[in-house]
């Protein structure tokens, strides 16, 4: 059984992540998505809100799971008994960091390798650090986030004004 896991901060998931994951749970029997808690990174949406809202997203895919995990790739990988780990790379800028740390998780652990897939051209310029700063100030976001989350990123992030 050929195992994969798509690990990222999701904070919060975006169109152009869930492009990945479908793309991706066509090319392994199993698609495990890592959700990683690192609390140094003070994330706008707690590790539970972000393995929720991929939950909501992903239920009609059945190859697909969610967890959070915490520490190294490639022990999360390790554990899972994952081959495969996948990426997204949305340009030339991305690539450069990507490479260093997919050379890097395979030193560490040369029985995984780690697949890139290329965004689709609509999603290219999406992040979540620009559906962060957009939302907060009301904007429609309703172009970058899975419908089924719109909601939930809105609550959490519109700074609605004080009276
Ligand atoms: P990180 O894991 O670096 O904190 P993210 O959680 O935002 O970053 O992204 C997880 C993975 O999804 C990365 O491989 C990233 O390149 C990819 N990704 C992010 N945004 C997009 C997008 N708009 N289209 C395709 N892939 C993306």
Not at 146 to 162: A, C, G, N, R
Request: glycine share 6%; no cysteine.
């Amino acid at each position: 059984m050929k195992i994969g896991i798509y690990p990222g901060s999701f904070d919060p998931i975006t169109l152009g992540h869930s492009d990945i994951i479908r793309r991706a749970s066509d090319l392994v029997d199993q698609l495990i998505i890592g959700v990683l808690n690192n609390s140094s990174k003070h994330p706008a949406f707690t590790v539970e809100e972000r393995v929720e809202m991929i939950k909501k997203v992903t239920k009609d895919i059945p190859n697909v799971t969610v967890e959070s995990f915490s520490g190294l790739t490639v022990d999360f990988a390790k554990q899972k008994d994952a081959r495969i780990l996948v990426r997204g790379l949305r340009a030339v800028t991305d690539f450069e960091y990507e490479l260093q740390i997919a050379q890097l998780n395979h030193k560490l652990h040369p029985g995984l390798d780690t697949i890139f897939l290329t965004t689709s051209v609509e999603y290219s310029y999406l992040s979540s650090s620009s559906v962060r700063e957009i939302g907060s100030y009301g904007g429609d976001i309703s172009g970058f986030v899975p419908k089924e989350v719109l909601k939930d990123v809105y609550d959490k992030i519109y700074k609605k004004k004080e009276n």
